[in-house]
């Protein structure tokens, strides 16, 4: 029973790392750093019996003040506190735990970057170069109905910002509405309502179609596969992701079902939508969430006084 207990929190750590190379599309190099600042980190809890499941504020509190003592950089140690918040996050997000116990800590705070995005153009490369091998004649049955998925997960993906844990988990029910809203379930079981585009409904129909007349049809998901949760697992649909980068000519190593939710939102401001339409529209909790996207906002408004101001030309 303790063999098993304490392997726990490397299972989880291991689930967190999968969920940050396939929901942001992290490098291998990022990934190895998150690894190596998580061993440190569980490692050391698990010299004082402690785990990821029950350690307090005052343990974290503990390794960093130890850090300290080895003499490590304040800029390596806030690199490490960074990945500890975001692991702990995790786990009170999946329901591994009932708290966080590094909400409340202070510690150097790097400034925030700005979130990778792509740009109109590029999108629509993407989905032309989906809807192009969706429809390439002479297709196996089982190819092209797994062309056909890929074409409704980026055009869903892109026509409402869903996060990609939300899209892969769309129950099948979602492509028989007549309705252009579809409810999605997110984050702490949150229920929003999410508008569709005429491209996007169009696609996840077809998909649909030809997915009920395969011998995949009958599941309770839209997206069903040989997984543990009967779903498209994040991993593989950030895997034929950048498969489908790579075939529309873009870089694949910039591209994660991240990445688009982030040209949903900026996208949509640069066109005028409002923050707190934006903040409803990707399940935000908090404003302060969605205002990372506010540089496309200062972009906006510095062209329109550069456009309009009537003395815009003057020296």
Not at 12 to 23: C, K, N, P, S, T
Not at 71 to 91: C, E, M
Not at 120 to 133: G, I, N, P, T, Y
Not at 214 to 224: D, E, I, N, V
């Amino acid at each position: 029973m303790a063999r098993a207990r304490a392997a726990t929190p490397w299972r989880h750590a291991r689930l967190f790392l999968d969920m940050i190379a396939a929901e942001r599309g992290a490098s291998a190099n990022t990934l190895d750093a998150y690894r190596r600042d998580l061993e440190d980190y569980l490692g050391w809890l698990g010299d004082r019996s402690r785990g990821a499941h029950d350690a307090g504020a005052d343990d974290v509190r503990s390794y960093l003040a130890a850090l300290h003592q080895r003499g490590l950089k304040a800029s390596s140690a806030a690199r490490r506190l960074s990945a500890i918040r975001q692991f702990h996050r995790f786990l009170y997000v999946e329901g591994e735990r009932g708290d966080d116990p590094t909400a409340a800590l202070e510690g150097p705070r790097q400034r925030r970057g700005l979130p990778k995005t792509m740009g109109v153009a590029e999108v629509d490369r993407l989905l032309a170069a989906a809807a192009q091998a969706a429809t390439a004649p002479d297709i196996a049955p089982l190819e092209r109905l797994r062309r056909m998925r890929m074409r409704a997960l980026v055009e869903l993906l892109y026509a409402t910002g869903l996060r990609v844990s939300e899209l892969i988990a769309l129950p099948a029910a979602a492509a028989r509405t007549s309705d252009e809203m579809i409810q999605v379930r997110g984050k702490g079981g949150k229920e929003r309502l999410v508008p569709l585009n005429g491209a996007a409904r169009a696609a996840m129909r077809d998909y649909a179609a030809l997915l009920a007349a395969s011998r995949q049809g009958g599941s309770a998901w839209l997206f069903p596969a040989d997984s543990d949760s009967g779903h498209l697992t994040r991993q593989a649909f950030a895997r034929d992701l950048k498969t489908l980068a790579g075939l529309a000519g873009l870089d694949p190593d910039r591209l994660s079902p991240h990445v688009m939710r982030h040209a949903f939102a900026s996208h949509l401001l640069q066109n005028g939508a409002d923050l707190r339409v934006v903040q409803e529209l990707l399940g935000h909790a908090d404003i302060a969430t969605t205002q990372i996207y506010t540089h496309v906002l200062d972009e906006r408004l510095a062209g329109m006084v550069r456009d309009l101001h009537p003395l815009a030309d003057e020296d």
